[in-house]
T-cell receptor
Framework: NAGVTQTPKFRVLKTGQSMTLLCAQD?????MYWYRQDPGMGLRLIHY???????AKGEVPDGYNVSRLKKQNFLLGLESAAPSQTSVYFC???????????FGQGTRLTVV | GESVGLHLPTLSVQEGDNSIINCAYS??????FIWYKQESGKGPQFIID?????DKRQGQRVTVLLNKTVKHLSLQIAATQPGDSAVYFC???????????FGTGTRLKVLA
C-alpha cells in the first residue's frame, strides 16, 4: 500500500542550482497536485494536473515547472533555486474533484 | 519535524475532554470540504469530509459541522486522546475547480 511516494525526502541546494522532485502514485488517480507548506501559511498550490499530459498553474507557480508524462508520476522542477523556495513540498493525488486527496510524506528543501 | 506553522493558533485540551476546532472558509462557491490531520514529519491525513448539501456529518469520534450562511466549518473530536495531538487543516474545493484551498491550520495539544 504505497499510496503517494515522494523522492527525495530531504535536499539542500545552493542558490542557482536545479533539481527535480518526483511524485509517484499507485492508485490510478487522474488528478495530481504539488503544494508547498511554509510556517503560518498552510498549504499553497503550486501546480496541478488533471490527467496524463496536462498541467496547470496554481496559486504560486513562479520559479517552478512541472511535467506529467505518465499518469502515475508528477514531477516538480526548480530551474534556478532561490532561498525563497526553502519549504516543505507535498504532492497529492485524487481520483476526481470533490473527493479526498491523498498526500505524500513531503520533501524538505533548503536553499542556501 | 517539519516546518508546520511556528505561529499557528493553538488549542489545548485536557485528555478525555471534547475538542472543537474552527475554520472560516473563503469561497461561497465551495461545495466540498475536508478536514486533515498532520502529525510532525508527516503529510496531511484525511479525517472527514462534508458536501455542501449537508450541515453535519459524523465519523468515528469526529463530527464536522458546516454553516454555509457564515462560511464556517468546525471539527469536533470526542474524548480527545494524546494521539490526537497534531495540526488540523480545513480545505475547501470550489465548485467546478480541481483545487483544494487550505486554511492555515490549528495546533491541538492534548494535556495529560
Amino acid at each position: 500500500n504505497a499510496g503517494v511516494t515522494q523522492t527525495p525526502k530531504f535536499r539542500v541546494l545552493k542558490t542557482g542550482q536545479s533539481m527535480t522532485l518526483l511524485c509517484a502514485q499507485d492508485m490510478n488517480h487522474e488528478y495530481m497536485y504539488w503544494y508547498r507548506q511554509d510556517p503560518g501559511m498552510g498549504l499553497r498550490l503550486i501546480h496541478y494536473s488533471v490527467g496524463e499530459g496536462t498541467t496547470a498553474k496554481g496559486e504560486v507557480p513562479d520559479g517552478y515547472n512541472v511535467s506529467r508524462l505518465k499518469k502515475q508520476n508528477f514531477l516538480l522542477g526548480l530551474e534556478s533555486a532561490a532561498p525563497s523556495q526553502t519549504s516543505v513540498y507535498f504532492c497529492a493525488s485524487s481520483s476526481r474533484p470533490n473527493t479526498e486527496a491523498f498526500f505524500g510524506q513531503g520533501t524538505r528543501l533548503t536553499v542556501v | 519535524g517539519e516546518s508546520v506553522g511556528l505561529h499557528l493558533p493553538t488549542l489545548s485540551v485536557q485528555e478525555g475532554d471534547n475538542s472543537i476546532i474552527n475554520c472560516a472558509y473563503s469561497n461561497s462557491a465551495s461545495d466540498y470540504f475536508i478536514w486533515y490531520k498532520q502529525e510532525s514529519g508527516k503529510g496531511p491525513q484525511f479525517i472527514i469530509d462534508i458536501r455542501s448539501n449537508m450541515d453535519k456529518r459524523q465519523g468515528q469520534r469526529v463530527t464536522v459541522l458546516l454553516n454555509k450562511t457564515v462560511k464556517h466549518l468546525s471539527l469536533q473530536i470526542a474524548a480527545t486522546q494524546p494521539g490526537d495531538s497534531a495540526v488540523y487543516f480545513c480545505a475547501e474545493n470550489p465548485s467546478g475547480t480541481y483545487k483544494y484551498i487550505f486554511g492555515t491550520g490549528t495546533r491541538l495539544k492534548v494535556l495529560a
